[in-house]
């Protein structure tokens, strides 16, 4: 896929400088002290991470861990507590609504059902965010929406409605979707779940192509291990009793050298021998 | 060893003392969950029998089939020997059982997971109940106060649906809403002029019923029970569709595209519903009439002729204007109602009901609200 600047319009009309994030400038995304709440539990406490260019970072932890929460925070669809998220240098969580708006305009995401419009096509749920932000006419968002359907493997699906096809063909027209306006951020959450282990395999594969070459920088929430192995190269580890980040770093190196212990039973399944796992996930 | 027998209608259990100072606990027969579950209250009632026991054992020896009925109890008495701090030997319970019992206790209870038992006095009740209200009623009246900004945009171009979502929305509660609309007010026409026919028939004025028939549609019976029937119809519609579509992510999918939930999803139903029901009101109106109509025909043996002309007579346009203009405020606080609670709706299928039901409930309350301030500004105004 070519990396030329998408024609995005920004809520003046005009069109948007891309990229947002040039490899030069500061890190894509920076999370700073978050703190996340419900009411006065306190889920998790003073994350601090930074995802890098072309990164694809793993948001890992066990269950209840608050992993899809932060994700959450990180979208702006839950306010933080304390703490803040910052785009290259532009603070999300204080940033005028517009100038948030905007911003999300750069990210894809994928949630854990797909979260298709259940009364659109597939073609018109590409589509939709071509004929918001785009000025592209009826039948050439038709021509970039069945592009992006036949980048993960739909081509022909076109005029199906979600109900009329499977759970992992839901999850890839969401992926379709998630890179419509080809961002520079991906967000995934929970992308295996529910998948056999081939599908799941093929979405990681997938995972690694956009990053390879859409040049975009991904976050993935997931507690797959295989998963984690096979795509992540940075990450962070939220352990629910501490409720902080107790370990960040490459997944395999974390595997290789993290002596703590919940870490190391996470990573090998349990207690399950650290070299076997190793082994297995390459 | 001195031996009490308790049956019991799942297995036997049966109470020894080896010694003065140990209880045995002896286990017969098969437990089954399908015949009930023993209490542990028995073991209780043992401990507390002089001499007292200072430890606990169990005989198993006669003990057959099992299931979680033997477990459950058996926990219940490990709950005891805990809280009374008493040694007990599980050993003579068979290896399965004694595998089951320690995978039970190997998490111990987390520290405030448990739900207490909340009693409440009725005055509490009833403060949390008003202040229940209030509260509703004030996100009613923030999220109407969204969506007259977000029409604002709408009418300056920053906002935007899609049409064809508007039109099929238009169908749904507008012309889909004809049959149960004619079968409502037509009766509702009917059951009007019935009560009236029995009092005017005393003083040969049964002509009149045209009148009340007519006036009471056209005032307020039509546009209520448009909104009454559009609330438990359509309001639910939508709190149930955009519930489910929050259950599923899908609002959020659009907030993350940078795509306004609010202008996407609530506009098109809003002003659908805004549309349709004054047109649905004007058919009511029409229907009652008929009802109306029907009766006086039938039963009081009126002309239909005369029967209409008196309606013509006895309805003036403004209460018919007054009726479409009270029916449209209806519809956008039905439609405010059903969208605002699929918008609060929770994160599960059972929440998805509950929305839907207290869309109703907000969009009826709040429309007889709605009739009372009219009854009240319509007087004061003399129209």
Redesign the interface.
């Known amino acids: 896929m070519a990396t030329t600047p998408s024609p995005i319009k920004s809520s003046d009309g005009k069109g948007l400088s891309v990229p947002k994030f040039p490899k030069d400038g500061p890190p894509p995304i920076t999370v700073k002290n978050l703190t996340m709440a419900y009411g006065t539990f306190v889920l998790m406490k003073d994350v601090n991470f930074t995802v890098n260019h072309g990164d694809i970072f793993i948001i890992m932890g066990g269950s209840g861990s608050g992993k899809s929460t932060l994700l959450?925070h990180m979208?702006?669809?839950i306010e933080p507590a304390k703490g803040e998220v910052w785009y290259g240098d532009f603070n999300f969580t204080r940033g005028e609504p517009l100038e948030r708006?905007?911003m999300?305009?750069h990210?894809g995401?994928l949630?854990?059902?797909g979260?298709?419009?259940?009364?659109m096509t597939l073609a018109e749920n590409v589509g939709?965010?071509l004929g918001?932000?785009t000025d592209l006419s009826e039948p050439e968002i038709l021509e970039v929406a069945s592009l992006k359907l036949a980048l993960v493997g739909l081509k022909g699906f076109e005029g199906y409605y979600p109900s009329q096809i499977s759970g992992g063909m839901q999850k890839r027209a969401g992926l379709a979707?998630a890179i419509a306006l080809d961002p520079e951020i991906l967000?995934f959450d929970e992308p295996s779940a529910g998948l056999d282990p081939i599908s799941s395999r093929l979405l990681d594969d997938l995972i690694l192509e956009l990053r390879d070459n859409l040049g975009a920088t991904i976050v993935v929430v997931t507690h797959e291990l295989a998963s984690i192995f096979a795509i992540g190269n940075n990450s962070v580890f939220l352990d629910a009793e501490s409720r902080t980040v107790i370990a960040q770093g490459d997944p395999k190196d974390l595997l290789a050298h993290s002596t703590d212990h919940r870490v190391q039973t996470f990573l090998t399944r349990g207690g399950e021998d650290a070299e076997k796992s190793a082994r297995n996930h390459g | 060893m001195q031996a009490i027998k308790q049956s019991q209608p799942s297995g036997e259990l049966s109470f020894a003392r080896s010694d003065n100072s140990t209880l045995v606990v002896r286990l017969s027969g098969d437990w089954h969950l399908r015949h009930g579950l023993p209490g542990p209250d028995l073991v209780l009632k043992q401990l507390d029998t002089a001499p007292k026991p200072a430890r606990l054992t169990f005989d198993a020896a006669g003990l057959g089939d099992w299931d979680s009925g033997l477990l459950t109890f058996l926990m219940g008495v490990s709950e005891i020997c805990h809280t009374r701090k008493l040694p007990a030997d599980w050993s003579p319970l068979p290896e399965g059982v004694r595998g089951l019992m320690q995978l039970a206790e190997a998490v111990p209870e987390k520290t405030g997971a448990r739900h207490e038992a909340a009693h409440s006095s009725f005055i509490e009740q009833l403060g949390r109940e008003a202040i229940s209200f209030a509260r509703s009623l004030d996100e009613f009246l923030s999220f109407l106060g969204e969506v007259t900004l977000a029409f604002a945009r709408l009418a300056v171009g920053k906002a935007r649906f899609r049409r064809v979502d508007l039109m099929i929305v238009i169908q749904d509660c507008g012309a889909n809403a004809f049959g149960i609309v004619t079968l409502v007010t037509f009766l509702v026409g009917v059951i009007l002029a019935f009560e009236g026919a029995v009092q005017l028939q005393q003083f040969g004025a049964t002509i009149f019923v045209a009148d009340l028939v007519g006036i009471a549609m056209t005032r307020d019976m039509g546009a209520m029970m448009a909104a009454i029937i559009m609330a438990g119809r359509t309001g639910a519609a939508f709190a149930a569709q955009l519930g489910s579509m929050k259950v599923t992510q899908e609002i959020d999918a659009l907030t993350t595209m940078g795509i306004s939930p609010l202008e996407f999803l609530v506009l098109p139903r809003v002003t659908a519903l805004f549309l349709m029901i004054p047109l649905l009101c004007v058919f009511a109106d029409c229907m009652g009439v008929a009802g109306g109509a029907f009766v006086s025909v039938t039963m009081l043996h009126t002309s239909l002729r005369s029967y209409l002309i008196e309606t013509k007579h006895a309805i003036t346009l403004t209460m018919f204007f007054g009726g479409l203009f009270k029916a449209a405020v209806y519809g956008i606080i039905i439609a405010v109602a059903g969208c605002l609670r699929g918008f609060q709706c929770g994160n599960s299928s059972s929440a998805v009901g509950d929305a839907a039901t207290k869309a109703v409930v907000t969009g009826i309350v709040y429309v007889i609200v709605a009739c009372g301030i009219f009854a009240f500004v319509f007087n004061v105004l003399g129209i």
């Not at chain 1, 979260?115 to 009364?119: E, M, N, P, Q």
Request: zero cysteines; hydrophobic letters at 45%; a neutral charge.
């Open positions: 959450r979208l702006g669809l708006e905007e999300l305009r990210f995401v949630y854990q059902g979260a298709l419009w259940s009364s939709l965010p918001e932000f979707r967000f």
